[in-house]
Nanobody, 126 residues
Framework: QVQLVESGGGLVQAGGSLSLSCTAS????????MGWFRQAPGKEREFVAA????????VYPGSLKGRVTISRDKTQNMIFLQINSLRPEDTAVYYC???????????????????WGQGTQVTVAS
């Protein structure tokens, strides 16, 4: 059974940084594409970052590029998200996601992923 568990959320002051972690279990994630999404109250789930299983290629939305960095440690079945220069509008629940099939093109929509964590709350105070 695939399980993704996020950690590292919390309350941060605007301008600060935060590092989120996601631990994956229940499957061989060596060939899985992994991603981060976020969802603020009343809004749709938003793509934040993704990393390919081949060569660790990464993609980010233009709105976040330069402030977020995704990385992975295959030996530990973990992925990470570093967020810098945090803003109040970054406040959301952040979700880790896995695409077990490891398609050639990194998915950027929630529908492209088949496993999800329970999420971790990030709150940015102004």
């Amino acid at each position: 059974q695939v399980q993704l568990v996020e950690s590292g959320g919390g309350l941060v002051q605007a301008g600060g940084s935060l590092s989120l972690s996601c631990t994956a279990s229940g499957h061989n994630f060596t060939y899985a594409n992994m991603g981060w999404f976020r969802q603020a109250p009343g809004k749709e789930r938003e793509f934040v970052a993704a990393i390919h299983w081949i060569g660790n290629k990464t993609v980010y939305p233009g709105s976040l590029k330069g402030r977020v960095t995704i990385s992975r440690d295959k030996t530990q079945n973990m992925i990470f998200l570093q967020i810098n220069s945090l803003r109040p509008e970054d406040t959301a629940v952040y979700y880790c996601a896995a695409e077990i099939g490891g398609s050639a093109i990194l998915p950027r929509t929630p529908g492209g992923y088949d496993s999800w964590g329970q999420g971790t709350q990030v709150t940015v105070a102004s």
